[in-house]
């Protein structure tokens, strides 16, 4: 099982990113997925999850309401965090996780955003 995540880069503020993490070994559609992030010397954090897609609940903490939209693809086993009006405060290392009785982890992508 593996978790790809992906699409992190320099983005510039008001600007957009769009994160990918991408699953082999397992059905996405049936995990929840969830979007952490880590900015230099702070503790991780929660900053989006979609339930299974039966359900499709999604989650954002405050700080990226109306910003930022998590999403998936089934047919590309794919779950995805679309990011705009970045802010430089969304600099962080951004990893996906999912669970669905076991968990799993995929490496972390950076994101910095900078003029």
């Known amino acids: 099982v593996q978790l790809q995540a992906s699409g992190g880069g320099l983005g510039q503020p008001g600007g957009s990113l769009r994160l990918s993490c991408a699953a082999s070994?397992?059905?996405?559609?049936?995990?929840?997925v969830v979007w952490f992030r880590q900015a230099p010397g702070k503790e991780r954090e929660g900053v989006s999850c979609?339930?299974?897609?039966?359900?499709?609940?999604?989650y954002y903490r405050d700080s990226v309401k109306g910003r930022f939209t998590i999403s998936r693809d089934n047919a590309k086993n794919t779950a995805y965090l679309q990011m705009n009006s970045l802010k430089p405060e969304d600099t962080a290392v951004y990893s996906c996780?999912?669970?669905?009785?076991?968990?799993?982890w995929g490496q972390g992508t950076e994101v910095t955003v900078s003029s």
């Open positions: 996780y999912a669970f669905l009785g076991n968990d799993y």
């Open positions: 070994g397992i059905r996405l559609e049936r995990y929840t």
């Open positions: 979609i339930s299974d897609s039966d359900r499709a609940v999604t």
